[in-house]
């Protein structure tokens, strides 16, 4: 079993619509939780990070984090076509990072 | 947020050839640094860990004598592709990580060997 799951999609939605992206772990030993987006041929771009179990809210991103299910989920409101991208998840213990494998979303005008 | 830079974000060369890529945190002083291959529509792989003033430790399956990775300061850290071979052609990405806890990826080296 991989430390971190996460399904590679692709996501294809309308413009506008909320986006669930999820990942699931296995690793108690997780603390810091990241959300990464990558466009195409560019590095990974840090979106949001959270510590505790709970939401961070930051504009149109909410990161969730459910410590007790160890499942975490970033929901992307109003998407927009420049919200394609892949979306990676990743989490670290110690001073080892662990990411999810991404998904690719895809937001139709 | 924190800026790395990686240079240069594109290069082709003849096989047998040895490619440096250098990566370099702009605001910040880095205590590690990590190396990452990315294969089209795969996540990322971890190369190898850096820390600055020491060798690096390589993951199971990366041969460091191929991909010798120096970091020397606390900003820059460079990946040197030794008789570089078509299949080592891919993506490789550098991240960097401060004394808080986010690691911040450069933008992407994209190496072709013909």
């Known amino acids: 079993q991989k430390e971190v799951e996460q399904d590679p999609g692709p996501l294809s939605v309308p413009e506008g619509a909320i986006v669930s992206l999820n990942c699931t772990y296995s690793?108690?030993?997780?603390?810091?939780f990241m959300w990464y987006r990558q466009y195409s041929r560019k590095g990974p771009e840090l979106l949001m990070y959270?510590?505790?179990?709970g939401n961070k809210e930051d504009g149109r991103f909410t990161a969730q984090v459910d410590k007790s299910s160890k499942y975490i989920s970033l929901f992307i409101r109003d998407s927009q076509p420049s919200d394609s991208a892949t979306y990676l998840c990743a989490m670290k213990a110690g001073n080892q990072f662990y990411f999810g494998t991404g998904t690719s979303l895809t937001v139709i005008p | 947020g924190a800026v790395v830079s990686q240079h240069p974000s594109w290069v082709i060369c003849k096989s047998g050839t040895s490619v440096k890529i250098e990566c370099r945190s702009l605001d910040f002083q880095a205590t590690t640094m990590f190396w990452y291959r990315q294969f089209p529509k795969q996540s990322l792989m971890l190369m190898a860990t850096?820390?600055?003033?020491?060798?690096?430790?390589?993951e199971q399956g990366v041969e460091k004598d191929k991909f010798l990775i120096n970091h020397a300061s606390l900003t820059l850290s460079t990946l040197t592709v030794t008789s570089a071979h078509p299949e080592d052609s891919s993506f490789y990405i550098c991240?960097?990580?401060?004394?808080?806890?986010?690691?911040?990826f450069g933008p992407g080296t994209r190496l072709t060997v013909t």
């Open positions: 690793n108690s030993a997780f603390q810091y």
């Open positions: 850096s820390n600055e003033g020491s060798k690096a430790t390589y």
């Open positions: 991240s960097a990580k401060s004394s808080s806890y986010e690691q911040y």
């Open positions: 959270t510590y505790s179990s």
